[in-house]
């Protein structure tokens, strides 16, 4: 197998059911919680995302000629580590499976991981209950391992500190055709992305035409060329020795706006979008007291900078008169637990869109 058990972030409680508030087109008015979003965006964006990982050196082989899966670890009944080859990386991709019970086709959830790339433990499949969750559905569940700080891209130059990145390419056109022979997927996709994934996973959805059927963001900052965001950009990739520079140029550049998918939102339109945020107050959802003093200083803030974001792109979705459900948590402040809570919340939006 092939991650480890490793020490845990120190923030995972359980999540919870709690009063929440939904809008379908319009993001609600701002609370005094989220009127300090903006201020904080840049600066806490540094620590958007769980906790930072390793790089994971992927395996070198003498390359296939294209995309294809080139080991199948079965752990168990439920969960397997997939590797795939990338020519665009030239390197093999551990990917964690949760596959369906039975024999037959079934449509493919992409669930993106945080900021380390699930590289040291810090995934959906360490942090979260999300095997319960999907035990019985039909639906097989990828998480790429790999990329930390690199924001799920295609890197304009290799950088000297995180290498060559070229994520986009891998999740829409390498991937998702190597798997569909072997781990027997019908073609039907959606893909979600938690904190730093959460703008990458709109953006590939966006840019990959049918490939994509729904799409959706956890407490993720979709609208990266705004300044702040920017900022937040360069200042997270730089804690694991990148720059910002080698990914989308300088800020404001072409590259920033065509990669901000609150700038080109039309893309997304006839896909099922979920997005999800919270007031940053930490509480029922964290497995915390209300205004946990523990969570005030660094997830709360997160929380309300990542909301600040996902407004301006549920703002865009509503410009563009894209339907789109828009959940908002009174209490939730950036940690695992909330971003599993809106993972099982999305799923009425996910999961008929693949008909699972």
Known sequence: MITRGL???????????????????????????????????????????????????????????????????????????????????????????????????????????????????DSWLK?????????GKNVT???????????????????????????????????????????????RNAIAGLSLSG????????????????????????????????AGVFATTSIGGGNALNMFGPPGSPAWIDHDPSRNPARLRGKAIYLGAASGLPGRTDGAPLGAPSLLAGPAEVEMGTHWCTDQMAAALNGAGIPHTYRVFDQGAHTWSLFATEMRDSWRVIGPALGA
Not at 127 to 135: E, G, P, V
């Open 7 to 121: 020490p845990q972030p120190e923030h995972q409680p359980q999540a919870s059911q709690l009063s929440q508030s939904e809008c379908t087109l319009r993001p609600r008015e701002a609370s005094s919680w989220r009127r300090r979003g903006t201020s904080i965006v840049a600066t806490l964006l540094a620590v958007v995302a769980a906790t930072a990982g390793a790089v994971l050196t992927g395996t070198t082989v003498a390359a296939p000629a294209s995309a294809a899966v080139v080991r199948i670890d079965r752990v168990d009944d439920q969960l397997s580590i997939v590797y795939v080859y990338s020519p665009s990386m030239r390197k093999v991709i551990p990917n964690q499976v949760l596959r369906p019970r039975g024999e037959g086709s079934a449509p493919v959830f992409y669930l993106l991981n945080g900021r380390s790339g699930g590289v040291e433990g």
């Open 127 to 135: 942090q979260t209950d999300h095997r319960s969750f999907f035990a």
């Open 141 to 187: 569940v990828v998480s790429p391992l790999g990329g930390p700080y690199a924001w799920y891209a295609d890197w304009q130059r290799p950088d000297p500190a995180l290498g060559v990145n070229k994520w986009e390419t891998y999740l829409l056109r390498e991937l998702p055709g190597a798997i569909v022979g072997p781990l027997r997927a019908n073609g």
């Open 199 to 230: 703008g990458p996973a709109l953006d590939i959805a966006g840019r990959g035409g049918s490939l994509y059927r729904a799409a959706a963001s956890y407490s993720g900052c979709p609208a990266i060329s705004a300044p702040p965001a920017t």
